[in-house]
């Protein structure tokens, strides 16, 4: 390439990093350019304490135990879980291995599969994604598929745009995923942007990067089987790059665990007629998705499963 051509495609993606920042509220654009001076500001805070005053003492551990798990009541596994199988997590609570150790900092999500938190590794100083399968068999034997399929990716000689998991655990009789921590998915980024959908090169750009990951699962034989925008992360809010995340109803095309399978909006024909499915169910989740990040809202929002299909037929024949 040369230097002219380089100049233009680094110009390029500055202009489409620039569009991806004006989908920003306000309030977290002004935020994170204070970002940088107020971690400047409080860098070594406790150690500028302790130097000024020698019985000065600070231990996270000391916090109070403030529980970030919905339903807070213990029902079972010694008093550990919730009603719905969910370990009960609070802030600073360890999660470990042999290994490692992981400090919880905070609550990234939940759904059927369980919770996903935001943690500290004690070893390495880095914060990570861990995700904490639900206490029941069904869950435990999905999870060691998703395992399977990602050590299957992960271990790629090519780096593509799919999560990376570092490791995987028993806590408490549940099974912890260790993944990188990502950033806003592109739902978040739609719903900033008010549903007014994003600009063409934009889309064009994300298009690009999950086309690149779909077609290295369909070179290893493998199915998502929940493409959605909640399930595309970005890596940080001022990058252009994303990545696939939650294998969790992933398979692999010979061994199919499910014929009930796709978030609505995104499911396909032969899956609302339990037809059998190949790696094409991820292509027309692929473009529900494109559509709905061009418009901002879903191309197919069905009610139900008829609705959806009625919707389909409507506008395909």
């Known amino acids: ?31 994170s350019k204070k970002l940088t001076l107020i ?3 409080t860098t070594d805070l406790l150690v500028s304490y302790q130097k000024s005053n020698s019985g000065f003492y600070y231990d996270q551990e000391d916090n109070p135990k403030r529980t970030i798990t919905k339903n807070k009541v213990p029902v079972s596994n010694n008093d550990l879980d919730n009603s719905e199988a969910e370990l009960i997590i609070y802030v600073n609570q360890i999660l470990y291995d ?13 759904g059927t599969f369980g919770q996903v938190v935001k943690c500290k590794d004690l070893k390495t100083k880095k914060e ?21 399929i990602l050590n299957f990716i992960n271990k790629s000689e090519t780096r593509q745009p799919v999560v990376e998991l570092f490791s995987h ?17 592109l739902y978040e980024l739609i719903k900033w942007n008010h549903y007014r959908g994003l600009e063409m090169k934009l889309v064009c750009c994300f298009m690009i990067q999950i086309l690149s990951s779909l077609i290295h699962l369909y070179d290893h034989g493998i199915i998502h089987c929940d493409l959605k925008p909640e399930n595309i992360l970005l890596e940080g809010l001022f990058t252009i790059k994303v990545k696939l995340i939650d294998f969790g109803s992933a398979c692999f095309l010979h061994k199919k665990m499910y014929n009930y399978i796709q978030s609505r909006y995104y499911r396909s024909p032969e899956v609302i007629l339990r037809l059998p499915y190949t790696q094409s169910i991820d292509m027309w989740s692929f473009g529900c998705l494109l559509a709905e990040l061009f418009i901002g809202l879903p191309l197919f929002p069905g009610s139900n499963e008829y609705d959806q299909l ?4 409507q506008l395909r024949g």
């Open 169 to 185: 655990f028993m806590f408490q009789n549940h099974l912890c995923f260790v993944f990188e921590l990502l950033s806003v998915n």
């Open 39 to 41: 971690r400047k500001l």
């Open 1 to 31: 390439m040369n230097n002219t051509n380089r100049k233009r495609t680094t110009k390029k993606v500055r202009t489409s990093a620039f569009r991806l920042y004006e989908c920003l509220p306000v309030k977290q654009r002004t935020q």
């Open 310 to 313: 009625a919707r389909i037929i």
């Open 98 to 110: 042999k290994d490692h150790k992981y400090r919880v900092l905070e609550m990234l999500g939940s």
């Open 128 to 148: 990570v994604a861990v995700k904490i399968v639900k206490n029941l068999p069904a869950y435990f034997n999905q999870a060691l598929t998703e395992i399977q």
